[in-house]
Nanobody, 114 residues
């Protein structure tokens, strides 16, 4: 059974930083592409960043230069380093695994105040 568990969310002021982590179990982590999504109330889940099993990354334009997605295959863990946070980054952040289907974690709240 594939399980994804996020951590690291919280409340920060604009300009601050947070690092999200996602630990994966029940899957051959190193062989799967991964991603971070975010969602605000009443809106669709938005793709923030992706990383292939080989480490190639793609970021949403609005987070380029501020967010960095990475992975440690030895620890079955993916990260999202978020710097220069803005109030518009406030959302529930979900990690995702592209396996036989798309799996999501339970989400972690990020709140950025102005």
């Amino acid at each position: 059974q594939v399980r994804l568990v996020e951590s690291g969310g919280g409340s920060v002021q604009a300009g601050g930083s947070l690092r999200l982590s996602c630990v994966v179990s029940g899957s051959i982590f190193s062989m799967n592409a991964m991603a971070w999504y975010r969602q605000t109330p009443g809106n669709r889940r938005e793709l923030v960043a992706t990383i292939t099993h080989g480490g190639s990354t793609v970021n949403l334009d609005s987070v380029k230069g501020r967010f960095t997605i990475s992975r440690d295959n030895a620890k079955n863990t993916m990260y999202l380093q978020m710097n220069s946070l803005k109030p518009d980054d406030t959302a529930v952040y979900y990690c995702a695994l592209y396996g036989d289907r798309l799996y999501y974690g339970q989400g972690t709240q990020v709140t950025v105040s102005s």
